[in-house]
């Protein structure tokens, strides 16, 4: 059959692009042999490592391996239980019915106690030997509150593990276990107020359950400030991978000396994002002496509420340029009152050295021994001036009455963003209310939250300065506030000191 010569045209037109296709695709073939050809792990590489670089891998590799040789032997992993006692109720949702109860109820209709034990899994370093005791330092929501623990050591021995004590402002606990062999070696601790930004670490621990696992990275910084569930350390941030499993193991430099204890990581996973914290060892150091002493962390008590002050308070109380925690309030009859310090007093050293926030002042303060005395540094009206304080120890009751503490609120500053917030009159001047405690001075004077002092018997307050000026003048036998509530002037109850 003949084809026309529009359909000879497009065969040809056709038949000429798979020719040329073909000799493209056979160009790139040849052109690019690693398309078309396996390439086998062992035909080598093109251009051989010098030897300089060998020599300075060899190096690293040889410090690491030394560095891991000597740390691993002291960190344990802790296996840890925990008996928990809670109501019916609070487990809503858990499908009880399988145990013969949906609603948990006894006969009477009253909700049952049940027990159940959660287990978890976390590290430890080992810091003191004494006679056959060996104590393993870790964090205290790994087993500050556990019933049952088992010390895991590095060449798989398992020995039963006591809890000695555990805090929790410091997130630190202390086990302990027996054996009769010398040889199990104890973790050298470092000074972790040498630590710097830049520095190479380790971190060490057990995360997820991989035992006597080794990280490396960097110091991030130092003086990370926060936390959680309002824990007083300062922290060492590093990129080390740190994920869950790891807390209450060392973070080592690298002469193999413990500078921090793992604490928590920043993350949005739930797992490492190179944003681990550490406790600095120097924090815990003198804790290790008081769990073995007594179980417990001895602090010292100087009697003050301090807070930040931020650059309006600060202007507030006439001080600029300074660094330092300011004590708003004082416990009545306590060291700080005793010493003659203030409400309004703006703390800025103590025994000769700078206070540069409120966290670090509160663990100095609790690192001084009961009976101890302190100088504080103090600017007080402008005028700075040194105050020597007997401190005292520390007592959970005392320091949770608020019935002595004077005066029972936080004053703060009226800024144009409060005064917009709370919609205050633009002409309003005074202090504002907050915070107030409950059986305080300041409740049982009526005052509340929202406030506004605007005189103290009878006088006007401007500023911060002016107000912690009239609390602080002695003559006065009796104090009362007038303040702005509602857009109403009304005057409190009258307070005798």
Known sequence: ??????????????????????ALVSFFCTANPGSAQTAYADNGAGQPIGAESISFLEGMQK????VARYILPVVVTLDVVETRTVSNNQMEG????????????????????????????????????????????????????????????????????????????????????ESSDDSIPVAKLGDSDTVQTGDICFAVGSPLGYMSSITQGIVSAVGRSGGPNGNINDFI?????????????????????????????????????????????????????????????KYGWL?????????????????????????????????ADKGGLLPGDFVVSLNGKEVRAVDQLVRDVGDLASGATARFGVIRNGKSMDLVVKIEERNETTVTDSSKLWPGFYPYVITDDVRKQLKLDAKLKGILVANVQTKSPAAIM???????????????????????SRLADRSLKEIWFDVVREGQTISTMRFKR
């Not at 059959?1 to 038949?15: D, F, N, P, Q």
């Not at 193999?256 to 604490?263: D, K, L, M, P």
Request: glycine share 14%.
């Open 63 to 66: 410090a690491n391996r030394s």
């Open 237 to 297: 941030q590093t990129d080390a991978a740190i994920n869950q499993g790891n807390s209450g193991g060392p973070l080592v430099n690298i002469y193999g000396e413990v500078i921090g204890i793992n604490a928590w990581i920043a993350s949005s996973t739930g797992g490492s994002q190179g944003l681990g914290f550490s406790i600095p060892i120097n924090n815990v150091k003198k804790a290790i002496d008081d769990f073995i002493a007594s179980g417990k962390i």
């Open 446 to 468: 009526g005052l509340q939250s929202g406030d506004v002092i605007t005189k103290v018997n009878d006088r006007d307050v401007t500023t911060l300065a002016e107000f912690y």
């Open 94 to 177: 858990f499908p009880w019915f399988f145990f013969g109860n949906p609603r948990g109820e006894d006969q009477d209709g009253e909700g049952k106690q049940r027990e159940y034990k959660s287990e978890g899994l976390g590290s430890g370093v080992i810091v003191r030997k004494v006679g056959k005791t060996y104590y393993v330092l870790t964090n205290q929501h790994v087993a500050g509150k556990a019933n049952e623990i088992s010390v895991k050591l590095y060449d798989g021995r398992e020995f039963t593990g006591k809890l000695i004590g555990g805090d929790e402002r410091k997130d630190i606990a202390l086990v302990s276990f």
């Open 303 to 335: 009697g003050v509420s301090l807070i930040e002050a931020d650059k309006d308070a600060l202007a507030s109380l006439g001080i600029s340029g300074k660094k330092g925690a300011l004590a708003s309030q004082v416990f009545i009859g306590s060291p």
């Open 1 to 22: 059959m003949k084809l026309s010569a529009r359909k000879t045209g497009r065969a040809a037109v056709i038949a000429g692009l798979a020719i040329l296709s073909f």
